[in-house]
């Protein structure tokens, strides 16, 4: 046997196989008759990856999908020798184990060690093996922003761009794929602005080291969000099995352990909060520990009360908002790490969110922790490390060359798809040529999809959809036939193409009545009471696939909706998910008009539509109002404030706009976010029981309490053009910015930092010019102005100005002046017209181009 394992270990494999599989017996027979075949080594990995697998992957891999990973990890740890050096538990936990996130199990594997193992086989050290995969991942990949789909890594490197996420899981699943153990870290919100981020652990040589993903430095913990995190009040981590026994861990079910490990990068605290009712414990209530991101309140993290009515939870050292339900009543409050570390919230002063009499007014703000710094590399390594980089960078480059370029004048109307194909554009190709499709149709389908969703689906995919749909095509208006059944998706989930395979299993089940007399209502019935619903114990950000579940007969709870918009589609009835609630809904009709009903209500109730009523908002502040950025609307369900989607709502000043909301009660948080990272909060409950107006109102800014007015020090800079001619003769900087209200960004092109605050200036680019800002893009060097980022910005016809400097103690000055100890690139500072800098921004913060506008309209 390969690998030597503990006897104590491969029984409590074997214990837990048997256990858990139980619940899937279908599947379990499959298994089993792969194991008689399987060698020792095979038997226990495939027994281990079942036996914590996500019921959702049990249903929807066939067990060849599994197996492929566990050949490939034998494979490499036969040919890989430091990979024996890894402890059993860390082997199976984060080496063999096949998800990182919730991505596609895609059987990427086996390509991935066969791409590095000749790279990393001669590395004397694992750490020196992590950093090569690294530069490897940033061959492949960088980092664009994008939707809430995780990309596995073949869909990333057709893509070769990707949100951290994203990028996170194709470092992850490189590391592994030559016997590096790894996983995703996640900041779940941070603290400091309105966004996440997830970068890469990597366990070497004997200890956990982090990384940031398709992002290479020439050391290991280190990355340009080192600084952020240290402003972070959660970082945590997923093992998919019980067998990590860190002290980190936080939350542990039979499936996974979640690890809290927030101070290996912050400094923190413990808070204890406890809930009683007149002074006695309460036991099992849920406390969330939240704060204000994209305008709602976030758990960063939920744990129930233990029979003292006390829980705990280590967080950085910044504000939190905790709360908690206790018979239906709601109370929350507002704890600052740096002050105080335990709360105890009386229940007896708690009220009843559905029996509230008029609007109840709170008031907080939640500041984040202070930053710290991170350490400066040695300029000898930079250098060498700066032309590995230049060399990935290339390589990328020459892949993305043979991509189809947008062309706005091209006569041919699928230029679009095939840009958006990216590497993947001979699928779109093969489905282009399929005969058996009218153009039309073919072009109605692709017009359904995502961006992201060219990247990796497959022809086959896509005429399986159609060859199931195009029979019910005449039953109702293109609109509805192609949003509502055509569509391959109901919320985030990779196309499979499972469409056939549902028909086929329904027919051969006898489910549904052969007569074409199915409804809606039958097959909500069929989803929640004719399959076994089975725990999936809080891992269930993705759904299982529809085929699978029907063929298994099992279900988990955040599978429902989706499972059932997947199966009406394919017996043709039109079906969604709320854009608003999420919930499922079906076609109805009513008074002669087809609409949507939604399933979610008590049975003798179905046939009873929910009562609305119409929500004006006003907005009394004088700024327009964006829904997530500025506001939210939260419905207090099951005990729970569930926040609503109204993605695309907006309000001017003075402005009214209507909402239509079943009858209940609601939460409205508007806020503003300060310039230093803290957010001001008014958070307003009441309940709809008849048409109300709701004046929203913000905080007010604290711009003029938080600028400085600092004295800048100068350098002397070399003007050039965006083709990279020297324009002039050098001149002092402060000679381009006094006498106007400026922005100075020092740069980094081709870094996630940088790459954010150019996108934000290009969205920002019209109100730059109507306020005729000064924007001086200062670069080390020449070379990086063929970024194409930079390019667009360079282009986008501001009052601009790019130079060259090269003087990091100018630069070091600059941050003394205006106490940003953050040396990260980019840095960007709003300079008022004396030449005085008001506030500068380091690294990575969301929104920097629009607050530095806000700074130069109020103090400028």
């Known amino acids: 046997m390969l690998l030597a394992l503990e006897p104590s270990l491969k029984e409590k494999i074997e214990k837990q196989y048997e256990e858990w599989m139980a619940c899937c017996p279908n599947k379990k027979r499959e298994i089993d008759a792969w194991i008689k075949s399987a060698d020792e080594d095979e038997a226990v990995c495939m027994k281990y990856l079942y036996a914590y697998m996500h019921p959702c992957d049990i249903v929807s891999y066939d067990v060849e999908v599994i197996a492929s990973y566990v050949k490939a990890t034998l494979d490499m740890y036969a040919n890989v020798l430091y990979a024996k050096k890894v402890p059993a538990e860390l082997f199976f936990t984060y080496v063999l184990c096949v998800r990182v996130n919730n991505e596609d199990l895609d059987k990427s594997r086996e390509w991935i060690y066969r791409q590095l193992v000749d ?9 020196e093996a992590a950093l090569e995969v690294n530069y490897w991942c940033y061959e492949k990949a960088t980092y664009i922003p994008s939707d809430d789909r995780t990309l596995a890594p073949f869909g990333m490197c057709n893509s070769a761009r990707g949100r951290c996420g994203e990028e996170s899981t194709l470092a992850v699943s490189a590391m592994r794929s030559v016997g590096i153990p790894a996983r995703q870290c996640y900041v779940p919100r941070w603290a400091h602005c309105d966004d996440n981020h997830a970068w890469v652990e990597v366990w070497a040589d004997g200890d956990w080291h982090y990384l940031g993903a398709c992002e290479p430095e020439p050391v290991l913990d280190k990355g340009w969000f080192t600084a952020a995190a240290s402003k972070a009040m959660l970082v945590h981590a997923k093992a998919f099995s019980d067998l990590e026994s860190s002290a980190e861990i936080a939350y542990k079910t039979p499936l996974y352990a979640l690890m809290n490990v927030t101070e290996r990068y912050a400094d923190c605290a413990k808070l204890t909060v406890t809930v009683t009712d007149h002074g006695v414990p309460v036991q099992n209530v849920s406390v969330l520990f939240c704060l204000v991101n994209y305008s709602e309140l976030f758990p960063l993290h939920k744990e129930k009360t233990a029979s003292d009515g006390s829980v705990s939870f280590m967080t950085g ?14 109370l929350g409050q507002k704890i600052d790490m740096r002050e105080q570390q335990s709360v105890v919230l ?42 590995r980089l230049a060399e990935c960078e290339k390589i990328r480059a020459d892949y993305e060359e043979g991509f189809v370029k947008e062309d706005k004048d091209s006569s041919d109307p699928w230029n679009r798809y095939f840009v958006n194909a990216r590497g993947n554009r001979q699928e779109l190709e093969k489905f282009r040529q399929m005969t058996e499709f009218t153009d039309e149709d073919k072009r109605l389908m692709l017009d359904t999809l995502r961006d992201k969703d060219f990247l990796d689906t497959t022809a086959e995919v896509l005429a399986s959809y159609l060859r199931v749909a195009l029979p019910y ?10 949003k509502y059944l055509l569509a391959p998706r109901a919320g985030h989930e990779k196309l499979m193409g499972s469409r056939s395979r549902i028909v086929s299993l329904l027919s051969e089940k006898k489910v549904f009545p052969q007569d074409g007399t199915v409804t809606a209502k039958m097959v909500w019935e069929y989803v929640n009471h004719g399959l076994n619903t089975v725990p999936d114990y809080g891992t269930g950000n993705w759904p299982a696939e529809a085929d699978g579940c029907i063929k298994c007969e099992i279900i988990t709870e955040v599978s429902k909706r989706v499972v059932f918009v ?13 854009p608003v609630t999420g919930k499922a809904e079906g076609v109805c009709e009513k008074n002669g008009e087809i609409c949507f009903e939604s399933m979610e209500k008590e049975v003798q109730k179905i046939d009873e539509p929910e009562k609305q009523v119409t929500l004006t908002l006003v907005n009394k502040s004088d700024r327009k109002l964006e829904y997530w950025l500025h506001m939210t609307i939260a419905r207090f369900e099951n005990d729970v404030y569930q926040t609503q989607n109204y993605d695309d709502l907006a309000i001017e000043p003075g402005e009214e706009k209507e909402l239509s909301l079943a009858k209940g009660a609601y939460r409205i948080i508007t806020t503003q976010r300060q310039i230093d990272g803290g957010v001001s909060c008014i958070a307003s409950s009441f309940v709809m029981s008849e048409d109300r107006v709701f004046e929203l109102r913000q905080a007010p800014a604290k711009i003029a309490e938080k600028c400085h007015e600092a004295e800048l020090s100068d350098a002397t800079v070399q003007q050039v053009t965006a083709e990279g001619m020297m324009v002039g003769d050098p001149v002092l900087m402060t000679s381009l910015y006094r006498g106007q209200k400026s922005i100075l960004v020092f740069a980094d092109p081709g870094k996630e930092p940088t790459e954010h605050l150019f996108q934000e200036i290009l969205e920002c680019k019209e109100a730059y010019k109507s306020q005729g800002y000064r924007v001086i893009i200062a670069l080390e060097n020449t070379d990086v102005l063929k970024n194409e980022t930079l390019q667009r910005v360079l282009h986008a016809g501001l009052n601009l100005v790019c130079v060259t400097v090269k003087n990091d103690a100018y630069l070091y000055q600059l941050h003394e002046a205006l106490h940003v100890g953050d040396e990260r690139l980019p840095y960007a500072v709003a300079v008022n017209t004396e030449g005085k800098g008001l506030f500068a921004f380091a690294n990575y913060n969301i929104r920097t181009a ?7 309209d109020a103090k400028g």
């Open 473 to 482: 095509k005449n039953n109702f208006c293109t609109e509805l036939y192609q």
């Open 566 to 578: 997947e199966i009406c589609r394919a017996i043709g009835i039109l079906a969604r998910l709320n």
């Open 850 to 856: 629009w607050t530095l506008m806000e700074i130069l």
């Open 119 to 127: 790279r990393v086989k001669d590395k004397k050290t694992m750490v």
């Open 346 to 387: 009386k229940m007896e002063q708690a009220a009843d969110p559905e029996k509230m009499e008029g609007i109840i007014e709170e008031r907080f703000d939640l500041n984040p922790p202070i930053e710290a710094m991170p350490k400066s590399t040695g300029a000898q390594m930079k250098s060498v490390h700066e032309a």
């Open 317 to 330: 050292k910044g504000d939190l908002y905790v709360c908690t339900v206790y018979n239906g009543k709601y």
